[in-house]
């Protein structure tokens, strides 16, 4: 999404059943949630639950960017709707993945122990040199945006040069991996959806 100065919506979000995450990449933010206002720069994020009341605008000198990741919240009996909350990428230390010597690390906004979620955006970084060394698959779908740096990235048999602003999706176990080949971190939003069953028949 790109805002020019001053713009914005009063009311951005039509379906009360669609929960969203925003992450800032440039400019500034005014949020409101609920009557809470927040100002988030570059690196912010925001988690929004479905039937939340808000709005945004910008209230800098220069276009806002931002990803805007929406989805219909998948109700549980017995399992509450998440809360918002707002935080900031430079707020959240990443978690290095095992064995790897820090160099492939994920930066995860959301508990991934709190089952009241049923979506995850997260940010994985890559040090130079950073790979998955192994082909993986997932039982779900991923959306991946290229935040910084450049890497090969294997998508089933092919391995595509990626960078800053390319965009990947993955099918539901899609063999994947990963070499960061730049000089600098190669770093990606990260979409999926968790803890919840994948869907067996249209709705």
């Excluded at 707020?91 to 995860?108: E, F, H, I, K, L």
């Amino acid at each position: 999404m790109d805002v020019a100065p001053g713009g914005g919506s009063s009311n951005p979000e039509p379906d009360p059943q669609a929960q969203a995450v925003l992450f800032v990449t440039a400019g500034l933010m005014d949020l409101s949630i609920d009557g809470a206002t927040h100002h988030l720069k570059a690196g912010g994020y925001a988690y929004i639950p479905a039937g939340a009341k808000w709005s945004l605008r910008n209230p800098g000198t220069k276009p806002l960017g931002f990803h805007w990741i929406r989805k219909s919240y998948e109700d549980v009996p017995g399992i509450a709707r998440p809360a918002a909350f707002v935080t900031s990428d430079t707020a959240v230390a990443p978690n290095a993945m095992p064995d790897t010597d820090g160099r492939w690390a994920t930066t995860r906004f959301a508990d991934p122990d709190d089952i009241r979620h049923d979506m995850h955006v997260n940010i994985v970084t890559f040090q130079p040199g950073g790979l998955i060394p192994f082909e993986e698959t997932h039982v779900m779908e991923h959306g991946l945006y290229v935040l910084e740096g450049k890497a090969v990235y294997k998508l089933n048999s092919d391995w595509v040069e990626v960078e800053a602003g390319d965009f990947m999706w993955l099918r539901a176990f899609c063999p994947q991996a990963c070499y960061a080949a730049g000089p600098g971190p190669f770093r990606y939003l990260l979409y999926k959806d968790v803890n919840r069953h994948p869907g067996l028949r249209l709705k």
